[in-house]
């Protein structure tokens, strides 16, 4: 800046007065995290995919009759303390009375939207196959199957018996 650019700033600012201190208190509270909306949007196209695709191997997924289930590398500790009823249940969902492509829709929203929502353990209500025309478990063994096939399911385990025994699955939820 030249000598003369500097005295017509000092006559510009001349009759400048100080800002006088407004008396605001400057918050220390950490600003909010940043919604990741592309992230959002990659998550929900995922879930409209396979809430769309067809069933591929997820039925024929030979699992026999699971009881519970438990992702390798996991301390045993985890499905002990599922089965023993230790983590409280933070949803739970009835899909008494859904065909099975309904059903399964339902199991991959539900898983999907409790995660999102922080929950780490919850509860899907399948029945014991009593309703059915033939008597046997319809949803039983497909949930389970679905639920193995799950990379946010850690563990499952049948529920304890005064909260639907082998007729509801208590599941936990990776963290989000």
Not at 65 to 71: G, H, I, T
């Amino acid at each position: 800046m030249g000598d003369e650019d500097f005295s017509l700033f000092r006559e510009a600012v001349a009759d400048a007065q100080p800002v006088r201190d407004p008396g605001r208190v400057q918050s220390d509270r950490p600003k909010p995290k940043p919604i990741p909306i592309h992230s959002q949007r990659d998550e929900d196209q995922a879930l409209l995919d396979a809430l769309n695709a067809p069933d591929g191997l997820s039925d024929a997924m030979e699992i026999g009759d699971a009881e519970r289930f438990l992702r390798v590398g996991l301390p045993h500790k985890i499905l002990r303390d599922l089965q023993r009823g230790r983590w409280a249940v933070q949803n739970v969902i009835d899909l008494h009375g859904l065909r099975v492509e309904e059903a399964r829709k339902t199991v991959v929203l539900f898983l999907t939207q409790s995660r999102r929502q922080g929950m780490r353990c919850v509860q899907l209500i399948h029945g014991k196959g009593y309703g059915s025309p033939t008597g046997e478990p319809v949803l039983r063994n497909r949930v389970r199957s679905w639920l193995m096939q799950r990379d946010e399911v850690l563990a499952f385990s049948d529920a304890p018996l005064g909260a639907g025994g082998s007729g509801a699955v208590v599941i936990l939820l990776k963290a989000s």
